[in-house]
């Protein structure tokens, strides 16, 4: 199946998200996901819709799908009423106008209902065209949206006085101004909403800039002679040579060819110290050169790039619901429905049970139309994981779901790996021993370590650089054990930890041991250094009562060392994969449990974990395994992890109280004819600011 992404415009609430996913499950589509504050639209294509037919289905639904092609057409031809605050800035003279019969000293001519009439028409007109055709095609769908409540209690209005006018029963009967007012403040209200939730995408959209930049290409004339001309990054293929100098942003994901130079990953990883890189090294687009200058080759575009992986992924947790979200979905979708009875029972209870007049009753029906904010709840919680998770990605923290932001709150246990995790991974060989030839002993080595991904693995084969390896007639790699191989003459070698040796040496201090036909031959150790934020992460655990556990299978010897320097509480050492998942299993059930882990080797017990938190270089982004993952090669914004995802929490809970006690005094109040329509339109308009501005307070407020 296809997988499609789309932009669509003109979702305001939940409802409309909702209107939406119905619709394209409807048609069969799979795996839909609708975020409607980023305006991201999802899903599986399978092949009995095309997508001209469902762009069709979606715009019958009152939406637009806009592509790049789209985009730039809109600006070139801009229309007068393309957003709120357009509408706004149109109506509010008439309503203004329209107003100033309610002043003390009377406007005689203003006291014409016709010429009311004919002050309001205009305004009625660019509201219905909105808020009447949005309500009319939510209806069409069975999801009646928020724009329902807005239609019906202008509309009411304006007829109820053009009956009036008609019948020429008084200005008693004459409300053109109300009818105006909604209108007019719910453009108001709804402009400030957009800009309030525009707010909480912030961080995402600072990324997404970084997207499209212009590059220094490199070329050869018929001469040889090196070319240096300006292109757009989206014209780059992999394999292009740039060009990229002091003061720039990499482009896009390259490799170091020449030159060395100082790089700012801030945007993207959160560590604002530049970090010096060199030939063969690995340039991320959006990093910016703060000193030298390169020349690089591209090594990946469009999709496969590190920034691209980074926005799919925000987006997707984005997309994602969190258990806390689905009450109010609930609530949402039955809301207006709910609210259009309630307006009728004010009505009818005014007028026959408290003997209120006709168009008091009326009025107090509409304020409760108008006051109504399905919005609110359904606002509370992709505001507040928004904000959550652009902070999270600006410090270099990715979420794959948003689930993971609401596990946060309860985890109490955190356990670790320790190669690469605790210990920076950068591993040296320290000494080593051997019965068989020196030379003959690291060629070995060296051969079977060369299709190892393990840290050891690597530093073997960055320090002993053989030119002259062993060919092997067949080779594994056991995980947990080490490696296995037989080479042409039948002699099986292995080369791994304690285990392999315990019954040939009583000494388990050093890293790994080789055996050649079962005989222990040789030995080698290495050196790791601990990363100097670990001390101070684990006491940043402790001081929140949560207990630390070091998992490795490296020796108890090595791996208590390592617990002892950083004071963790408990230590399972020489375990293999399979005992790893087991011990995370045994956890999991006694308490909900964050595994903190490579993503490679420790990918079992990183998915086992309630949540999985993955050490990972920015080149292994899409295959970690992991909910989260700190791209940044350190674990220093794991108690950012943490908070951000308890104070998410705690945001959405504070966004639902708001939103469920808004409408829980407002419409009470409004059916009892506290509130006037005007003033309800506004303050529905401005409920959903609120929540915004208390979601976007998470973007700024300490976590840690």
Not at 292 to 302: E, I, M, N, Y
Not at 506 to 526: C, I
Not at 671 to 694: E, R, T, W, Y
């Amino acid at each position: 199946m296809e997988k499609v992404d789309w932009k669509v415009e003109g979702m305001d609430c939940t409802n409309c998200a909702l209107t939406i996913n119905r619709y394209l499950q409807k048609e069969g589509m799979q795996s839909v996901k609708v975020n409607f504050i980023g305006g991201e639209v999802s899903f599986e294509l399978n092949g009995n819709k095309t997508k001209e037919e469902l762009t069709k289905g979606i715009a019958d639904l009152g939406y637009k799908v806009v592509n790049e092609q789209q985009t730039t057409n809109n600006k070139a031809q801009t229309k007068f009423f393309s957003n709120h605050l357009q509408r706004f800035l149109f109506c509010l003279p008439f309503t203004l106008v329209l107003m100033l019969h309610m002043l003390p000293w009377h406007i005689h001519f203003l006291m014409n209902p016709w010429i009311q009439l004919a002050i309001c028409i205009p305004v009625y007109i660019v509201g219905m065209g909105y808020f009447g055709v949005s309500a009319v095609k939510s209806l069409r769908r069975g999801i009646p949206n928020m724009n329902v409540l807005i239609a019906i209690g202008a509309t009411a209005a304006f007829v109820y006085s053009l009956i009036g006018s008609i019948g020429n029963l008084g200005m008693d009967y004459i409300f053109y101004e109300t009818a105006a007012t909604i209108i007019t403040l719910v453009f108001l209200g709804e402009w400030i909403e957009h800009k309030s939730v525009a707010g909480t995408q912030k961080e995402l959209n600072k990324l997404a800039a970084q997207q499209k930049v212009m590059a220094n290409m490199i070329a050869f004339d018929e001469e040889h002679k090196e070319l240096i001309f300006p292109v757009e990054n989206t014209s780059l293929h992999v394999g292009d040579l740039i060009l990229i100098k002091t003061g720039e942003q990499v482009p896009i994901d390259c490799k170091i060819l020449w030159g060395d130079v100082h790089v700012n990953e801030a945007l993207l990883t959160g560590e604002s110290k530049p970090i010096h890189k060199t030939k063969k090294d690995a340039l991320i687009g959006g990093s910016i050169i703060t000193d030298g200058t390169v020349k690089a080759q591209v090594t990946a575009v469009g999709k496969d790039t590190v920034l691209s992986n980074i926005l799919t992924l925000v987006k997707q947790a984005q997309g994602e619901k969190p258990p806390i979200q689905q009450l109010a979905d609930k609530i949402s979708a039955i809301f207006v429905p709910a609210v259009l009875g309630i307006a009728v029972l004010t009505f009818l209870i005014n007028y026959f049970a408290f003997d209120v007049s006709g168009t008091n009753s009326l009025m107090r029906s509409i304020a409760v139309l108008v006051i109504s904010c399905p919005c609110a709840m359904g606002l509370a919680t992709p505001a507040a994981i928004a904000v959550g998770l652009g902070r999270a990605a600006k410090n270099g923290i990715l979420f794959r779901n948003a689930k993971s932001l609401e596990l946060f709150k309860s985890i109490t246990t955190v356990v670790f790996d320790k190669t690469g995790t605790l210990t920076k991974g950068q591993m040296s060989i320290s000494k080593w021993q051997s019965i068989i030839d020196e030379n003959l002993f690291k060629q070995i080595i060296f051969s079977l370590e060369k299709y190892s991904n393990h840290p050891i693995a690597k530093a073997i084969t960055t320090g002993w650089k053989i030119n002259n390896p062993l060919s092997w007639k067949k080779i594994e790699e056991i995980k947990g054990l080490g490696m296995k191989a037989e080479d042409a003459a039948g002699n099986i070698y292995q080369l791994g930890s304690y285990k392999l040796a315990s019954s040939l040496t009583e000494d388990p201090s050093h890293t790994a041991y080789l055996l050649q036909n079962e005989k222990l031959v040789g030995w080698f150790d290495v050196e790791d250094e601990i990363r100097t934020e670990a001390k101070e992460v684990i006491s940043y655990l402790h001081s929140k009562n949560i207990q630390t556990i070091l998992l490795s299978g490296d020796s108890l010897e090595r791996t208590q060392k390592i617990a002892d320097a950083l004071g963790i509480d408990k230590v399972f050492a020489e375990k293999t994969p399979e005992e790893k998942l087991q011990i995370i299993g045994n956890l999991n059930s006694q308490t909900p449990v964050a595994m903190v882990g490579d993503g490679v080797n420790d990918a079992p017990a990183l998915a086992k974990a309630t949540i999985g938190i993955s050490m990972s270089d920015a080149t292994q982004l899409a295959v970690q395994s992991a909910q989260v993952v700190l791209m940044n090669k350190g674990i220093q914004h794991l108690p950012l992890a943490l908070g951000l995802g308890k104070h998410t929490f705690i945001t959405i809970k504070g966004n639902l109280f708001w939103a469920f006690i808004y409408n829980i005094v407002a419409i009470p109040i409004a059916a009892v004819g506290l509130l006037q329509p005007g003033l309800a339109a506004l303050a529905m308009g401005f409920s959903d600011v609120v929540l915004a501005i208390n979601s976007i307070w998470l973007k700024f407020k300490k976590v840690v």
